[in-house]
């Protein structure tokens, strides 16, 4: 069984090489900044500020959040330190050392954050936020996975997606403010359990399966 770093190091390392190189190819799905293309059992869920993605196979789950890009914080090290106490520090218990990679691809600086956190169980999680000098845009991984049983899912999933480029990113920036993120998740799915609003206490941890979403309105499986 691997470590939670040594996983998600491995899909930061998909992330930081193929999303970029992946910038020019044709996709038949886009979300924001993103484009990707649809791959077998995930189910997408339009949020406030997120495109969210879930998939589960024997027990073990990945939600995948696609954060739409927003007002850069000033630089790249802002835009990633502010999204994590924002997304993840007021959402998640830490345990253990944050593991940071940073690189620079096609105009995008990439900050990879990892940890081991907890809601109510163990979970891996990967905070993964591309800035430029307008914006800044974050996706957010989180699974129960210390199997590696998802492998190839999140590996297909993650080598589909692509970025615009930072000059065409601009056109989608809100040039309001930086609102807070609304509708993250705060704890492991649960078959009987609709996600609350962040003001809302979660309800208890089960260890069965299936995900109640947080918005109704789920698009067909994909």
Not at 101 to 118: C, S
């Amino acid at each position: 069984m691997k470590s939670s770093v040594n996983t998600l190091k491995t899909i930061i390392s998909i992330v930081l090489l193929v999303v970029p190189l992946l910038a020019g190819r044709a996709q038949s799905e886009s979300a924001n900044i993103y484009n990707y293309t649809p791959q077998p059992g995930f189910r997408k869920s339009n949020l406030d500020g997120k495109t969210e993605f879930y998939f589960k196979k024997n027990k073990k789950w990945v939600i995948i959040d696609l954060f739409d890009i927003r007002p850069s914080y000033g630089n790249a090290a802002e835009d990633a330190q502010n999204d994590w106490n924002e997304i993840v520090k007021n959402n998640y218990v830490i345990k253990g050392d944050v593991v940071t990679e940073n690189q620079e691809q096609n105009g995008w600086q990439v900050t990879a954050q990892t940890a081991m956190a907890t809601i109510f169980k163990k979970i891996n999680l990967s905070l993964i936020t591309f800035s430029c000098p307008t914006g800044h845009a974050s996706i957010l991984l989180t699974n129960n996975d210390f199997e590696n049983v998802l492998d190839n899912e999140i590996g297909a999933f993650i080598g589909s997606l692509s970025l615009v480029s930072p000059t065409e990113a601009a056109s989608y920036i809100n040039p309001g403010e930086n609102i807070p993120v609304t509708g993250i998740n705060t704890t492991q799915p649960d078959p009987n359990y609709q996600m609350p609003g962040l003001t809302n206490p979660p309800a208890p941890q089960t260890d069965s399966g299936n995900y109640s979403p947080q918005s109704g309105n789920f698009d067909t499986p994909l």
